[in-house]
């Protein structure tokens, strides 16, 4: 049996509830633990936060941004992909980063 090397999830927590998400996501860090490369859809920053790794945003404009989460995930960018106002700050707790909304 052969293993990939790279594994695609297009929004793999669309239409999950929130339980099924956070089962969906550990799974997901765990295969990228392992050494799977993972390629992923989100509209979620959050599960970036969580999982690690490099991230690419695609701007309002059009522009790619790539780095890690942190460089490219920050209040402003996503405040103004979203235009909504988001909140990300650092989870002692957690040990990560997270991103909510600042309803």
Do not use: W
């Not at 309002?60 to 460089?71: A, E, S, Y």
Request: glycine share 8%; charged share 20%; net charge negative.
């Amino acid at each position: 049996m052969q293993e990939p090397d790279f594994i695609l999830l297009d929004e793999p927590t669309a239409h999950l509830d929130f339980g099924n998400q956070i089962k969906t996501m550990r799974l997901v860090k765990k295969l990228a633990e392992k050494g799977f490369g993972i390629i992923m859809t989100t509209h979620n920053p959050d599960q970036v936060f969580y999982t690690g790794g490099f991230v690419a945003l695609l701007d309002r404009q059009g522009k790619l941004h790539c780095g890690v989460p942190g460089d490219i995930l920050t209040e402003p960018a996503l405040t103004q992909l979203y235009q909504e106002r988001v909140c990300v700050f650092y989870s002692d707790e957690l040990k990560r980063q997270v991103c909510i909304s600042g309803i």
